[in-house]
C-alpha cells in the first residue's frame, strides 16, 4: 500500500509534519489490510486520515477558493468492479472520500456542489458548518493573498491533493484521491483529483494510481489511466511512474502520482521539489516515507 500527501515546494517547515502525517495514514489502511480487509476500506480509510489531519490541502487543511471557502473534490476507484465514485465542489464535510464512497456504492458515479451535500446527508455522513473547515494557516495565506489572481496562475494551480492506493489479500486493487484545490481557485475550479482516469484509477488487471499535480495541464494526458495501461504494457509500477512523470514533464505540468500492482509491487515519482508519501511494498517490512 502506498499514500501521498501531495508533491509541490513543501515548505521546510512543513515537511515532518507531512511525512508524519502520511506514514499514520499508512498505517490506518495497512491496519485493514492486515485483518484480510479490502482495498477500498483501507483507501478510502487512509484517504480520510489524511483529510482529517489538517496538514494537507484537503479536507481539514484545504486552501480557500477566491470568496474564501473550502470546496472539496474526491474519487474513488475499486479495481474488481471498475466501480467509481466522484465527488466536486462539496462543502462542509470534513472528508470528501466518504462521500464519493457512498457514490461509489450508488446507481451514480459524480455528484456535484450542493447535491453532493444533500446526498452526504442523506446517507448520515458527517456534516460540519462550513467555517470548521477553514484552518488558521489557510485562512493566514488567503488573507494576504486576497484579491490577487497571478497573471501566471496556470504556472501555480496545483496544491498537495492527498491519495491512497492498495492491493489486498485477495489480489484486489483500489485507489482514491481527494483535495482541496489550489489556493484562491475561482469557484466551480476542479481539477483532475475526481476524474476517473486523471487524477485516480484501479483496474485489478493493470495497476491503481492516485496522482498529484498541476491538474489542467495533467488532465488532458488523462495521466493516472496511462501509467496504469503503461503496466499493462509490461512496465514494473517504478517505471510507469517514471515514464509518467516524463510525460508530465514534456506537457510542461508538474506533479507526482503513486501505483501499485496486484503482487503489491509499489512505484513513486514526482518532478516537484518534494512529494510526501509513505509506502510498504510487499515483501517487505520496512515502511519507506518522505519527505526527508
Request: charged share 20%; glycine share 12%.
Amino acid at each position: 500500500m502506498a499514500v501521498h500527501g501531495g508533491a509541490y515546494a513543501i515548505p521546510e517547515e512543513e515537511r515532518e509534519a507531512h511525512r508524519r502525517g502520511c506514514r499514520q495514514a499508512l498505517e490506518v489502511g495497512l491496519a485493514i489490510l492486515n485483518q484480510r480487509g479490502s482495498s477500498l476500506d483501507a483507501v478510502e480509510a487512509a484517504v480520510a486520515t489524511l483529510e482529517e489531519d489538517g496538514t494537507f490541502g484537503a479536507g481539514r487543511g484545504a486552501a480557500l477558493n477566491e470568496d474564501g471557502e473550502v470546496a472539496l473534490d474526491a474519487g474513488i476507484m475499486d479495481g474488481r468492479s471498475l466501480a467509481t465514485g466522484s465527488v466536486a465542489a462539496l462543502q462542509a464535510v470534513p472528508a470528501a472520500v466518504r462521500v464519493a464512497r457512498k457514490v461509489l456504492a450508488s446507481q451514480y458515479a459524480v455528484l456535484v456542489g450542493e447535491g453532493a451535500l444533500r446526498f452526504a446527508r442523506r446517507n448520515g455522513l458527517l456534516i460540519c458548518d462550513p467555517r470548521e473547515l477553514i484552518s488558521e494557516r489557510e485562512w493566514r495565506r488567503w488573507a494576504a493573498g486576497h484579491g490577487e489572481q497571478p497573471v501566471d496562475w496556470a504556472q501555480h494551480m496545483f496544491s498537495d491533493t492527498v491519495g491512497a492506493v492498495a492491493a489486498d489479500s485477495r489480489g484486489h486493487l483500489a485507489a482514491a484521491t481527494a483535495t482541496g484545490g489550489s489556493p484562491r481557485k475561482p469557484k466551480g475550479r476542479v481539477g483532475d483529483s475526481p476524474f476517473v482516469g486523471c487524477g485516480f484509477y484501479a483496474d485489478d488487471a493493470t495497476a491503481a494510481v492516485s496522482t498529484t499535480g498541476h491538474g489542467e495541464r495533467l488532465i488532458p494526458l488523462v495521466w493516472a489511466k496511462y501509467a496504469a495501461d503503461t503496466v499493462a504494457g509490461g512496465a514494473t509500477p517504478q517505471e510507469a511512474a517514471e515514464r509518467s512523470v516524463s510525460l508530465a514533464a514534456s506537457a510542461h505540468a508538474r506533479g507526482g502520482m503513486i501505483i501499485v500492482n496486484h503482487l503489491g509491487r509499489i512505484g513513486v515519482a514526482w518532478n516537484t521539489p518534494q512529494m510526501a508519501f509513505a509506502l510498504l511494498e510487499a515483501g517487505t517490512d520496512e515502511i519507506q516515507d518522505g519527505p526527508s
